[in-house]
């Protein structure tokens, strides 16, 4: 009578978790086109963080960049593959001085989607929703649109 007790559990719990699973969704039914944004932006953001380590200023526009993305179609990087449009560089924002519990809006995504949209701070590239981005910190001077 245990064992068929300690099998019913099981099957319970099992059950359990495939409900879960179902209401939580699915990690691989990731958006293909969020996963390269995020990449792009990833790729973007480690350039323009190398540069700025190594020659102590921050790079001034994207051919700055091109020796720290040797293997990478520059023009076609800074172009997100969600909104079709040119990603928001604000080049020559230092990303040193921005690491803190708000870091400092470095780069992102001029629309987005479904009231998302990919940003790169200087403590890495995140996904902000309408209104968090409206109250991140940019670099003085920046509006964002």
């Known amino acids: 009578m245990v064992r068929s007790g300690s099998r019913w559990k099981r099957w319970m719990g099992g059950g359990l978790i495939l409900l879960l699973a179902f209401l939580t969704g699915c990690p691989s039914a990731v958006d293909p086109s969020r996963r390269d944004v995020k990449d792009n932006l990833t790729k973007i953001a480690n350039a323009y963080l190398k540069h700025s380590i190594e020659l102590k200023r921050p790079p ?22 969600q909104d079709g449009q040119p990603y928001v560089i604000i080049w020559g924002t230092d990303p040193r001085a921005g690491m803190d519990v708000n870091p400092l809006v470095i780069g992102y995504e001029k629309t987005g989607k479904g009231g998302q949209r990919a940003v790169f701070t200087a403590m890495g590239v995140k996904e902000m929703t309408e209104s968090e981005f409206q109250k991140a910190k940019f670099p003085q001077g920046h509006n964002p649109s």
Do not use: F, Q, R
């Open 60 to 81: 001034k526009k994207a051919d700055d960049l091109k020796p720290y993305l040797k293997d990478e179609n520059i023009d076609a990087l800074l172009i997100s593959p």
